[in-house]
């Protein structure tokens, strides 16, 4: 199974499935290249709504770490390394602004968790 589901979880089954995929991503087990189970195909094998999977396909895509190649499917795209590097680039520059402003490391990473949450929580 590419992923699982928890559903006990309060974290949403298109969130989990993101995450999931995402993280494999970037831990390698899913490499470059790599085609994605089609939507209905996992929507059916994790027991959920096929755009609840289509939800979490199109969030990795727009985060660069899948695309969309036809009749091809789904794939691991290349550009996922670039995403990361431009977000750890982002992530330095949030760091250095925060120690500017003499926010300690404890609190500069809660202000994150908290913006994260917020989006989340918009969604």
């Known amino acids: 199974?590419?992923?699982?589901?928890?559903?006990?979880?309060?974290?949403?089954?298109?969130?989990?499935?993101r995450?999931?995929?995402a993280g494999r991503i970037d831990d390698g087990s899913l490499p470059v290249g790599?085609?994605?189970?089609?939507v209905r195909t996992l929507a059916t094998d994790l027991g959920?709504?096929?755009?609840?999977?289509?939800?979490?396909?199109?969030?990795?895509e727009e985060a660069g770490l899948v695309e969309t190649?036809?009749?091809?499917?789904?794939?691991?795209?290349?550009?996922?390394?670039?995403?990361?590097r431009r977000?750890?680039?982002?992530?330095?520059?949030?760091?250095?602004?925060?120690a500017a402003l003499g926010i300690g490391d404890d609190e500069a990473v809660a202000l994150v968790r908290a913006a994260v949450d917020a989006r989340r929580a918009a969604r």
């Open 87 to 98: 977000a750890a680039a982002a992530a330095a520059t949030y760091a250095g602004a925060v």
């Open 69 to 84: 190649a036809g009749r091809r499917g789904t794939l691991v795209a290349a550009s996922g390394d670039a995403v990361r």
């Open 34 to 38: 790599t085609r994605l189970p089609p």
């Open 19 to 21: 995450a999931g995929i």
């Open 48 to 60: 959920l709504a096929a755009n609840t999977v289509a939800r979490a396909y199109r969030e990795l």
């Open 1 to 17: 199974m590419i992923v699982e589901i928890d559903p006990s979880s309060s974290v949403p089954p298109y969130e989990q499935v």
